[in-house]
């Protein structure tokens, strides 16, 4: 098998999931050696962009890291925030995240009887049913002092993160619905937020309150150098360094000439294509596989385009 073995921290394929996977308990807290990416490849050109990311928040500033698809978002994030040492705490943002999703929810009831002795022999018992209230990411991640990942935030619905703007302005999180004195929590002063957007989807999907986004500073990250990406695909992938080669020098070819957006990640899959359908040993590949394979890797692009794939594989070709 071509591909190497890596722990699973969803940075290779992109995490599905709304609510962050965290430890074994079930709690959405990780611990920074959990979430840390592996393999992490840092040249001069990561370790700088990471840097800054961790630099601001060490100066308690909420960061918004935005850049093209596949280019490493997640990585540098995941990166940034194991480095501050502090618990983490993942949330994937889509449509279904909205502020219970945020900062926690009743979960139905819990029954119990309570009884009343009023004289010898004389009782009465009535059933009391407790509302139980079960944290969400926000929440536990502002109780704990956690760094908050929040992956693709501009996917949810601007309306889910009003309650983000008194924890960045008040250091209070109010989590509606929750009865009782403790409906608000003072933000841990080791809290910190950390969130991505694709640079298309930040404008594009859903429109976040400018209020919320001034709050932000934001750190724009682009497609890496060619080593950079030659490096990362060589710890992903177990294929000898012409393949590396040429598969990166592919890629950074199609990315300027192609209408669609090809990533870092383009890249890893490639590869792993290449080493099966390659004849055994091979270093090299003839055009055709080569088209072959950048074909079906860029096609989700164009799903359901019509004559797209025909388009998407002379454009393959031409560029190649
Ligand atoms: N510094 C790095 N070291 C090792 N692998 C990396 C590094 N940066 C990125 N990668 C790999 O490149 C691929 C794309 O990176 P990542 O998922 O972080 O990009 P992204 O910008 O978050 O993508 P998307 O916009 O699709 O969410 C992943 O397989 C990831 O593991």
């Not at 990780?30 to 840390?36: D, K, T």
């Not at 404008?203 to 060619?226: C, I, K, P, S, T």
């Amino acid at each position: 098998m071509a591909k190497k073995e890596r722990a699973s921290n969803g940075t290779s394929g992109g995490s599905s999931s709304s609510g962050g996977s965290g430890g074994s308990d079930g709690s959405p807290l990780s611990s920074p050696e959990e979430i840390a990416p592996d393999p992490f490849i840092e040249t001069d050109a990561v370790a700088s962009v990471r840097d800054r990311i961790t630099g601001w928040l060490e100066a308690d500033q909420p960061v918004h890291l935005i850049g093209p698809t596949g280019c490493g978002k997640t990585a540098l994030a995941l990166s940034a925030a194991a480095k501050r040492g502090r618990p983490v705490v993942w949330i994937n943002g889509d449509e279904a995240v909205g502020t219970a999703e945020l900062v926690g929810t009743h979960s139905g009831g819990e029954r119990y009887e309570e009884r009343d002795q009023f004289v010898s022999g004389v009782s009465k018992t009535t059933e009391v049913v407790r509302e139980r209230w079960v944290d969400n990411p926000l929440s536990v991640a502002v109780k704990e002092g956690a760094t908050l990942v929040y992956n693709e935030f501009s996917r949810s619905d601007p309306s889910a993160h009003n309650v983000l703007l008194s924890v960045l302005e008040e250091g209070i999180l109010e989590r509606p619905g929750k009865h009782g004195e403790d409906r608000t929590i003072d933000v841990h002063p080791e809290f910190r937020l950390l969130v991505t957007s694709n640079d298309v989807e930040y404008a594009g999907v859903h429109e976040q309150q400018d209020a919320l986004l001034d709050r932000f500073v934001g750190v724009n990250v682009d497609y890496y150098d060619a080593e950079t990406e030659r490096e990362i695909v060589a710890a992903h992938v177990d294929v000898p360094e012409e393949t590396i080669e040429q598969v990166v020098d592919a890629i950074r070819t199609l990315r300027d000439e192609l209408d669609v957006v090809v990533g870092t990640r383009a890249a890893i899959t490639a590869a792993e294509g290449l080493s099966v359908f390659a004849e055994d040993g091979a270093e090299e590949f003839g055009d055709e596989l080569l088209v072959d394979v950048f074909t079906d890797v860029l096609a989700p692009k164009i799903a359901g385009e019509g004559d797209g794939i025909d388009e998407l594989r002379d454009a393959i070709s031409d560029a190649l």
